[in-house]
Structures are given as structure tokens and as C-alpha cells.
Nanobody, 122 residues
Framework: QVQLTESGGGLVQPGGSLRLSCAAS????????TGWFRQAPGADRRFVAL????????TYEDSVKGRFTISQDSSKNTVYLEMNNLTPDDTALYFC???????????????WGKGTQVTVSS
């Protein structure tokens, strides 16, 4: 069993930055993958970024490339999502998830956190 806890969300002005954290506890396999997803009101949950637990490989959704960076600190069992140059379109509830597939599909992730809200507004 793996427990995931997101933090770091908040209200930020357009052009601002936030760093989200996803702290994991429980059994963590080196082959696992952590993904960040987001869900805006009335919309489906969508892929944002993912990273292999061994750090070998990252993937980003096109609209966040060059603005968001996913990274991890294995010693802390934590994955981060650094978000820069935020726009109102980035407003959503952000979730981290853990699975074994290198995949952007929500169905391929087994464990999910409860989410952290990001609101970009002036």
C-alpha cells in the first residue's frame, strides 16, 4: 500500500510560480512511476507530467512544457512539480498518483492523493 499526500497549492497571480510536493509513504518500488494530473471544474482529470522513480525519464503535457518541471528527492520519498509562468488556464485541483506503467493515462495509476488546489488569478 502507498499513501500519497500533496501540498504546496495556493492562490497566485498570473506569471507567478508555485512548487507542489507529493510525499509518499508505504511500499515504494524503484520501478514505479509518479504522475501529476489536474482537474478543472467540470472537466476530466488530465495528465500534466510524470517521472520514473529512478529518475530515468520524464514526460510533460504539451501546454506545460518549458514552464513546469517534475523532479524527485528519493531520500525524502517526495516528487515535486515546479510551476512557473502560471496562467489562469492552470487553475485546477492537482493530484499526484503512483503506478507501474510509464503512462499518461489515469487508468494506469493505482494510488492517488487527495489533491491540492492551484488558483491563478489577479
Amino acid at each position: 500500500q502507498v499513501q500519497l499526500t500533496e501540498s504546496g497549492g495556493g492562490l497566485v497571480q498570473p506569471g507567478g510560480s508555485l512548487r507542489l510536493s507529493c510525499a509518499a509513504s508505504g511500499r515504494i518500488l524503484s520501478s514505479s512511476v509518479t504522475g501529476w494530473f489536474r482537474q478543472a471544474p467540470g472537466a476530466d482529470r488530465r495528465f500534466v507530467a510524470l517521472i520514473r522513480w529512478n529518475g530515468r525519464g520524464t514526460t510533460y503535457e504539451d501546454s506545460v512544457k518549458g514552464r513546469f518541471t517534475i523532479s524527485q528527492d528519493s531520500s525524502k520519498n517526495t516528487v515535486y512539480l515546479e510551476m512557473n509562468n502560471l496562467t489562469p488556464d492552470d487553475t485546477a485541483l492537482y493530484f499526484c498518483a503512483r503506478g507501474s506503467q510509464y503512462s499518461t493515462a489515469t487508468n494506469d495509476y493505482v494510488y492517488w492523493g487527495k489533491g491540492t488546489q492551484v488558483t491563478v488569478s489577479s
